[in-house]
């Protein structure tokens, strides 16, 4: 069974080898982005978070203040699905060529 070091200023597990072991993040909010026919944006995040891309299909993204996903911006392969990326209060996630689930981990 792993422990918790609660000497240092940020908690971390570490197993029963005393290795730390990475933080997993827990997934918190979602929304469902249509960008099918044309680059659509998910809502203004109100906190620094890192937020799950999930697709079935290629999507193109691109996050800003005011995104607008072309064929030219980041492209998430259907073949890779997911990706995790960084988003700063006040972003948004455009996505343009299919569905994506947008998923707020902590």
């Known amino acids: 069974m792993g422990v918790i070091d609660t000497q ?17 993040l827990k997934p918190s909010s979602s929304q469902s982005i249509d960008g099918s026919s044309a680059s659509a944006q998910s809502t203004e995040y109100t906190l620094d978070s890192v937020v799950r891309v999930a697709s079935s299909a ?30 700063n209060k006040g972003d948004k996630v455009a996505v343009l060529g299919s569905v994506a689930i947008l998923t707020v981990m902590e």
């Open 58 to 87: 290629a999507i193109n993204i691109k996050v800003g203040s005011n995104p607008t996903a072309t064929t030219s911006t980041m492209l998430i392969p259907a073949s890779q699905g997911v990706e995790f990326i960084r988003v």
């Open 8 to 24: 240092k200023e940020t908690a971390q597990f570490k197993d029963n080898n005393g290795r730390t072991v990475p933080k997993v």
